[in-house]
């Protein structure tokens, strides 16, 4: 679903290519189309472990109070964000997986993975 002409087409297949991202699940991209919190949490932590940045896991950690609404595919991405305090839930100990990710959230974990770098 990306056009080849089209500004961020060489983008698209490189992130796609080096595995940050996996599409929407039917093979598109998903062009136009706004990004979860879960989404935007697991293609970041997949370009952090390419980069070797080295993300802990606390196995005591409480999870959210959502987490079963957290897709598998992202919930260990969810799981190292919030052990390295990159993400943070929402109200009530929430992550909200479905919800979409604000500029200010994206800002954030963008930054907290810079950070451990």
Avoid at 32 to 58: F, P
Avoid at 97 to 116: E, H, W, Y
Wanted: with cysteine; aromatic share 6%; hydrophobic share 45%.
């Amino acid at each position: 679903d990306v056009p080849e002409d089209e500004w961020y087409a060489a983008y698209a297949a490189s992130a796609q290519k080096l595995g940050s991202t996996t599409g929407t699940g039917d093979g598109s991209c998903g062009v136009g189309r706004n990004i979860t919190r879960q989404e935007m949490a697991a293609m970041l932590y997949r370009v952090a472990k390419m980069q070797g940045t080295v993300l802990l896991l606390d196995q005591e950690m409480t999870p959210f109070t959502d987490h079963a609404e957290i897709a598998e595919y992202a919930r260990e991405a969810v799981a190292a964000m919030k052990a390295n305090a990159i993400i943070n839930g929402v109200e009530g100990n929430k992550f909200a997986p479905n919800a979409l990710s604000t500029r200010a959230q994206a800002a954030k974990m963008v930054f907290g993975i810079i950070s451990l770098k």
